[in-house]
């Protein structure tokens, strides 16, 4: 299974960027959940949002909530995190993630990572 994100760049404040997850090889599980995950320069990887392939059921952490929304298309094999309202706090590499996650949060169930695509908020 590879994970290709892509749609990162440089935005302003206040601006919107959708990024996109794109599976390839293997079908995976219905079982398997696709996560997003940032790291900002100098902290740790951090949970944003994540949704299980079956249902298309979102979970998302405290940075992205009411400003991000995760969706899939299942028929391109695609996740997409469109993030509405961005701030120099949500600059950073973010990653999308898969694997048969029992909590979508952790990174610790995710089997497969994709490269990351670099998020760029100006002030």
């Known amino acids: 299974v590879q994970l290709q994100a892509s749609g990162g760049g440089l935005v302003h404040t206040g601006n919107s960027l959708r990024l996109s997850c794109t599976v390839s090889?293997?079908?995976?599980?219905?079982?398997?959940?696709v996560g997003w995950f940032r790291q900002a320069p100098g902290e740790e990887r951090e949970f944003v949002a994540a949704t299980r392939w079956y249902n298309g059921s979102a979970f998302y952490g405290e940075p992205g909530k009411g400003r991000f929304t995760i969706s899939a298309d299942n028929a391109k094999k695609t996740v997409y995190l469109q993030m509405n309202s961005l701030k120099p706090d949500d600059t950073g590499v973010y990653y999308c993630?898969?694997?048969?996650?029992?909590?979508?949060?952790?990174?610790?169930?995710?089997?497969?990572w994709g490269q990351g695509t670099l998020v760029t908020v100006s002030s």
């Open positions: 090889g293997r079908t995976i599980s219905s079982d398997y959940a």
């Open positions: 993630a898969a694997g048969l996650v029992d909590i979508v949060t952790s990174e610790a169930g995710y089997q497969y």
